[in-house]
Structures are given as structure tokens and as C-alpha cells.
């Protein structure tokens, strides 16, 4: 059974920057797809990045394209997300997400894209 395991949340302040890691256990390998999600209060879960594993093809949503750098290690089964520059709009919970077999969404940074998911990582932004 796949698990994932986010670390790396917490406080910082707006301009800095923040590195967060999801380890992929009960797996040989990563899966083919990985992603990085994030959930406000009150807003619904938002695709931040993602990553084809075989390839190393990055996806990020344009608006955050330059601030948010998706990364993996085949040999830890890690995948991280730095944020740099970051605004109090970062502020939320971050969630690593796996693909392992086909299905539903509409592209590696939709929700149903993915059937595992981490229990997530606070990152809060503060001035």
C-alpha cells in the first residue's frame, strides 16, 4: 500500500522562501505522476505542481510559474516543492498527491487526477 509522508511546512515570512518534501513508501519506485496541491480555508484544492516522473516533465499553473520548482529523487522516493518569493496567498495546507493507475482529471494538476494523497503540511505566510 502506497503512503505518502509530507514534511517541511510551517511559518515564514512573506518574501521568503520554504522547501517541502513528500516520501513515497510502500513502492519500489515512484509512481508515474506526482503533485503538489494546496487548500485554503475555504477554498477548494488547487494543483501548484507536478512532475512526470519517467520523463521529469513539470507542470505548474501560469500564475505561479517562477515561484513554485517541483523536483524528485528516484533513489529516496522524494519529491519536493520549493517556494521562493512567497506571498500570504501561499498560506494553506499543502498535500503531495500519486497517480498509479489511469483515471479520471483532466491533466497531472486536477484533483481526481490522482487516487493517493499525503495527509498534508501546514505553510502559513505571515508579514
Known amino acids: 500500500q502506497l503512503q505518502l509522508v509530507e514534511s517541511g511546512g510551517g511559518s515564514v515570512q512573506t518574501g521568503g522562501s520554504l522547501r517541502l518534501s513528500c516520501t513515497a513508501s510502500?513502492?519500489?519506485?515512484?509512481?508515474?505522476?506526482m503533485g503538489w496541491f494546496r487548500q485554503a480555508p475555504g477554498k477548494e484544492r488547487e494543483g501548484v505542481a507536478a512532475?512526470?516522473?519517467?520523463?521529469?516533465?513539470?507542470f505548474y499553473p501560469d500564475s505561479l510559474k517562477g515561484r513554485f520548482t517541483i523536483s524528485q529523487d528516484h533513489a529516496t522516493n522524494t519529491v519536493w516543492l520549493d517556494l521562493i518569493s512567497v506571498k500570504a496567498e501561499d498560506t494553506g495546507m499543502y498535500y503531495c498527491?500519486?497517480?498509479?493507475?489511469?483515471?479520471?482529471?483532466?491533466?497531472?494538476?486536477?484533483?481526481?487526477?490522482?487516487?493517493?494523497w499525503g495527509q498534508g503540511t501546514q505553510v502559513t505566510v505571515s508579514s
Open positions: 498527491a500519486a497517480r498509479t493507475r489511469g483515471g479520471g482529471g483532466l491533466g497531472p494538476l486536477t484533483v481526481p487526477w490522482y487516487d493517493y
Open positions: 510502500g513502492t519500489t519506485d515512484l509512481p508515474d505522476f
Open positions: 512532475v512526470y516522473t519517467g520523463s521529469g516533465s513539470r
